[in-house]
Structures are given as C-alpha cells and as structure tokens.
C-alpha cells in the first residue's frame, strides 16, 4: 500500500511540473529590449490594462498644491472680546469711592480684563453714576459688536479701519467726552483680528479636490511609443509598469504560475481520490495515471491551439475541443472526476489562450460549459453513438456561449465573421467526439478498462458465446436473460452497476453449456440425474461455474465477467443433492457446496440472490404476488443465514431492496391470466 502511494505521489509530481511549466510558459512576461531615450523600432502597445499610479499621485500632487489656504470668519471672538468688557464692569459693581482702585484691581486679579483700563479711567468710572456706567458698558458692547461682524483680517490695515469706525459709533453716543475717551481705550485694545486661517477647512477642500481626480489607466492596446519615437524616461517607466521591461531572472511569474498549478492539482487529486468508480476495476496508480493522462493530452491540444491563435488569429480558441477529457473521462470512469477534469482544462486553458498575464473571462466560460455539456449529456448513456451524439450539443452551447458574449459587449454580428466563427464553435464539438472515440479503445486496452461501452458490446446477442449458449443450452439461455433483467433492476434500486449486472448475468451459467441436459431448464422429459448418485450429480451441477470461468478466460472476457461467473453462488450448498444424499447415510456437507468464493460486489451478491429466486419461482407451479413474496423472503433469509454476504459491502437493507425489487419485477411476469371461454371450451373437448 506504501508502495502505490509512493508511485501515485511520483505521477502526481510529473503532472504538477508539466501543467506548471505549461502554464508559466504562457504567462511569462514578454522582455522588451529598449533603453530611454533610444529610438523605437515598432509601436510599442500595453499588453494589460493597468493603473499609473505614480502619473495619478502626480496630478494628485499638482491639484493639490493648487489649492490656496482657506480662511473663515471667527464670531466668537467677537463674544469672548464682550466678556471682557462685561467682566471689567461687573468689578466695579458696589464700589462708590475713588480710592478703592486697589479693591477693583484685586476683583481683576488673573483676568484678561485687568490691564484694559489705566487707574485714572477707572477712578473716572466709579465716580460716575451706575446708569453712565451701564451706558458707557453696552455703547462699548454695541461698538465692539458691529466691528466685529465684518471681517476683520491682519492684512490690508482692516484692524485699524475697524476700530476706527467703532471709534466714530462711540463719537456719536451721549457719553460725555471722558467716557467716550474711555470707551474708545476699551474698543482700540479689543477689537481684534476674525478672518484666521482654516486649517480643517483647507484640508477637507484639499482631500475633496484629490479624490476628484480620475485614475490614470494605461489600457490593453494602448500604444505607450509610436514607432519612431523617442522613448522618454515617462514613457520607459510606463514601459516598466506594464512588465514590458522587466528583469528575465525574476522568479515572481513562476512562483505564482506554481502556486496556482499546485492549488488546481491538488484540487484534482481531491477528486480523483475520493470519487468511488463504477466501472472500472483499476489500481490507484493506473487510475491516476489515466486521469492525468487525458488531462495532459486535452492541455496539449489546447497549448497547441493556443499558440497557433497567437499567430494566426485570437479567435482560434472557440477551436479548442473543450470537451474531449470530459467525454473521455465520463466513458470510463464517473461523472464527479469528469466534471472536476473540465474545471481543471478550463482554468489552465485560460492561462494558455492568456496574453502576458490578461486573462480572460469570456474563455474561461467557453472551455468550461463545453466539459459541462459533455457531462450532462452522457449521464445516462455511454455507448460510442451517443459520445458522437453528444458532440451537437457541446457545438450547441458552444455557439451560445459565443453568441451570448457578443450580444454583451454590444457587438455587431459581420454576416461572413460570424459564419466563420460558429463554424470553429461547431468544429470544437465534433473534434470533442472524434478525439474521444479515437483514443477510448487504447486508454480500455492500456489501462484494462472495462468501460461501458465494452460492457455494451459484451450485450450483443451475436456474440459468439451467447450463441454457442441460445444453441446448446436454449433453456439456460432464456434463464440467464431473465436474470439479466432482474439484476439489472435491483443494481438501479440500490445504486449498483446495473450494466455490469446485466452482462454478468448473460454470462454467468455459460458453464452449462459442457453438460446442458443436466440441467433442468434444458431437459425435455428425461432426467439424467435419475441414473447417478446424488454425490455424481453434484458433482456434475458443481462444476458449471469453473466450467464457466474457463470458458470465459478462454474468450478474453473481462475480469469483471468472469468474476461474476465463479462468485454468483458464492459457497452455497446444493441442498437438493445433499437431502437426497443424507437421506441414503451421512454425507460431507463441503462435498456439495460450490467452491465459491463468497460475491466479491454487490453486482454479484444481486445476481446470486436474482438467479435463486428466478429458478424458484420458475419452479412454482401456480405463482402468485403472495405465493412469490414468501418465496423471495425464504432465499434471501437462507443466503443471510448461510453468510453468502460476508465479503462485500452490500448492506442488509440493500439485499430486501434487491428482494422486492425481484418481487415487482416477477409478479408483472406471472401475474393471473384471464382463462378465454374458447379454450375453456377446448380443453372440454
């Protein structure tokens, strides 16, 4: 077990390094050998769309160094200058005497009002009446105020004209002229500057102008220097930017490309490891390896494509055979590892139709649906025709797809263009079919594959051993058709491989045909086992299914078949021979057991327990619905009880199911006829 690991963990590597150096390949950068201010020999056009953020930052720059400072008028200022005044003339509140200056002095102790007025123009207030006072304080408010509702910058000499004009209010008040005197002292110290400057206001103005600014975007196809130009140091820069000009020793584009092709791989392996197979009967290692074989053939056809679109013409692509893995992958192993193959083509698939690194989208979904439809389409039939059938409609959505990307970019449909095109779509879908027909024969030889389709040729009544079986044994062989249809019909009710079931159940009592008269469904009268011991008779009945095998090894059946054929009685006793043997004396129960060995799959377990019950009731005389259910019941309860079920993986209620399955199936076959007067009359007669 170590063993295989080992080798499915070597095949994993290989495949991971070739799809890793296919898809850095077409991803790397292509170098431009130009130097600035040399002379360019070609138009020189960005293979990617890509931001210049250093020419964004620069117009950034340039929009905001435009901007000049911001300032805003301060109107509490204008209050905080009132305050003052109100605060120095409530110090004077309760005084009445000239000499208590020092009294008022210590009231402004600390306060921005206590240097405003001299001690003579206080001694001047507080002689005056508390009405002059109040006068004098609101005409140095109202003064103060309609200065200060304008603007008042340092420049220009608007402080001076401000207090200036609160001058002039206070000339037209009823003070007396010591008061105006006064009042003017207060105005000249506290009439200040407004109009600061903003420095909030100035940077949201800066910001709100820097996030105008439209990004400046170098386009795919966008010609960076005409032929013949100059490169500029600009120009070499945007040169570098778009990886035009790069260094080739940088191991960026292949680190990524592995990283990207390790995350897709180890995707695959997922799949391939859990997924559980129907038809094929393989290792591990020949099953990875045919997984990645196909894989590797479908990203060669695709890299090939790829590069021949890169020469001739980009719309190449819609060529690709996008179903070919998944038609190839369906057909011989399961639906889950198909439709993980087509995720897998598809995403590689687009690095290689990708042009120095700008993927595209639109392909991405052309090679996917194509491995999607192949899928969908061969869910319920494998056979060649419908692989080829299948191809209409992977060509079907292929021009869907094309169609419908035109119609989203707003394209206009150009009559011969568009021909051309939908004809490459329609090509995709038979090259799809044509690969996957032509390779299934030597992937079924080389990797032992027994397919569905090999399954169905295997069905074909012309085949010479069902022949030899309808003319040698023609009772066995309508025995083994009736098996077939029950086998089938209970593998589908639990899941099982009903087409294996079908064709084992063809082959499985192809042994009978060496002594087919021994048998009871080919006899005709005489019984040869009258004239034998019960221990000859099993004997001869025992032999049939190593009869069977070597026949069958003989005409290169599958391994499949022919294990069907020695397991489909499993170790069971031939209970006939053996009561009429013990009713003669004591007897060696192992001498009329079959060899077995016990069924291996549920294919086998369903045919053993279908071809009991078929015998039984063919055996029944008069069956009926209630009469053919106990039956049913009694085998299947005596195969339970007689262990046949050990050794593979069918479960309890699966074998009931795979019962009455047997039931529906056999009472629509001996279901009660109506007895017609006629040959009522008749058998009168």
């Known amino acids: 077990m170590r063993k295989v690991g080992v ?73 905080q200058q009132i305050d003052k005044v109100e605060q120095l003339f409530a110090s004077l509140s309760g005084i009445k005497k000239a000499d208590e200056i020092s009294k008022i002095k210590q009231r402004l102790r600390g306060t921005e009002a206590a240097t405003l007025l001299k001690d003579d123009e206080l001694r001047l207030l507080v002689s005056s009446t508390t009405a002059l006072r109040d006068t004098t304080r609101d005409v ?128 695959l392996f997922g799949f391939i490891h859990r997924s559980k197979l129907r038809y094929a009967q393989m290792g591990r290692i020949r099953l990875f390896g045919l997984v990645y074989l196909v894989v590797s053939l479908q990203l060669l056809v695709m890299y090939g494509i790829a590069f021949l679109a890169d020469d001739i013409n980009p719309a190449f692509y819609l060529l690709t055979p996008t179903a070919f893995a998944a038609l190839v992958l369906r057909n011989l192993l399961n639906e889950r590892i198909a439709l993980s193959s087509s995720l897998f083509t598809a995403l590689a698939g687009t690095f290689f139709y990708s042009t120095n690194q700008n993927f595209s989208f639109n392909i991405a979904i052309y090679l996917l649906v194509g491995g999607l439809v192949a899928t969908f389409f061969l869910r319920s039939s494998l056979s060649r025709r419908r692989i080829f059938m299948s191809s209409i409609s992977i060509a079907g959505a292929n021009i869907a797809i094309f169609l419908a990307f035109v119609l989203l970019r707003s394209g206009t449909f150009e009559l011969r263009e568009t021909l051309v095109l939908i004809g490459f779509a329609i090509a995709s879908g038979i090259l799809s079919a044509v690969l996957a027909i032509g390779l299934l024969p030597f992937l079924e030889m080389t990797f032992g594959i027994l397919a569905p389709t090999r399954l169905l040729e295997l069905l074909n009544p012309t085949h010479p051993l069902l022949k030899k079986l309808l003319v040698e044994a023609p009772g066995t062989y309508h025995h083994s058709m009736m098996v077939a249809n029950l086998a089938e019909t209970a593998c589908e009710a639990i899941g099982a491989d009903g087409l294996l079931a079908r064709v084992g159940a063809y082959y499985h009592d192809l042994g009978k045909t060496r002594r087919p008269l021994y048998f009871i469904e080919n006899q005709h009268g005489r019984n040869p086992h009258d004239r034998l011991q019960p221990e000859e008779s099993a004997r001869v009945i025992l032999a049939h299914t190593e009869d069977g095998v070597e026949l069958l090894e003989d005409a290169k059946l599958p391994a499949a078949i022919i294990d069907i054929c020695r397991q489909h009685h499993g170790t069971s006793l031939l209970r006939y021979f053996y009561v009429k043997a013990a009713e003669q004396g004591e007897v060696d129960e192992e001498t009329f057991r079959y060899t077995g060995p016990k069924p291996q799959t549920r294919e086998a377990a369903v045919i ?33 009880m007689d262990d046949q079920f050990a050794e593979c993986d069918i479960t309890t209620r699966e074998i009931y199911r795979v019962g009455e399955s047997a039931c529906h199936t056999l009472s629509g076959l001996f279901h009660e006829r109506i007895e017609y007067p006629e040959l009522k009359k008749e058998a009168t007669t």
């Open 7 to 79: 080798w499915v963990g070597l095949l994993t590597v290989v495949f991971y390094l070739v799809v890793s150096t296919m898809m850095y390949v077409s991803v790397r950068p292509e170098a431009l050998s130009a130097e600035p201010f040399s002379i360019a020999e070609e138009d020189i056009r960005s293979p990617l769309t890509i931001e210049d953020r250093t020419a964004t930052n620069q117009i950034k720059e340039n929009s905001i160094a435009a901007i000049e400072s911001q300032y805003t008028i301060k109107q509490e200022y204008a209050a």
């Open 608 to 640: 053993m327990i279908v071809d009991s019950i078929e015998a039984a009731v063919r055996s029944m005389k008069a069956p009926s619905e209630e009469g053919i259910r106990d039956l049913v019941a009694k085998i299947i309860r005596e195969k339970m």
């Open 140 to 267: 140095v408010i109202t003064a103060i105020e309609e200065a200060m509702r304008q603007r008042i910058s340092s420049d220009g000499g608007e402080v001076a004209e401000a207090r200036e004009n609160a001058r002039t209010d206070i000339e037209r008040s009823p003070l007396s002229f010591s008061l105006k005197a006064v009042a003017k002292a207060l105005t000249d110290q506290l009439i200040v500057t407004n109009y600061v400057y903003d420095p909030e206001k100035t940077e949201q103005l800066r910001k709100q102008t820097s996030d105008k600014v439209e990004p400046v975007i170098i386009s795919e196809g966008e010609v960076i220097v005409k032929r013949g130009e100059v490169i500029s140091q600009d120009a070499y820069r945007q040169l570098q930017l778009v990886g035009l000009i790069s260094d080739r020793q940088s191991l960026k584009p292949l680190l990524g490309a592995m990283l990207v092709s390790a995350l897709m791989t180890a995707f």
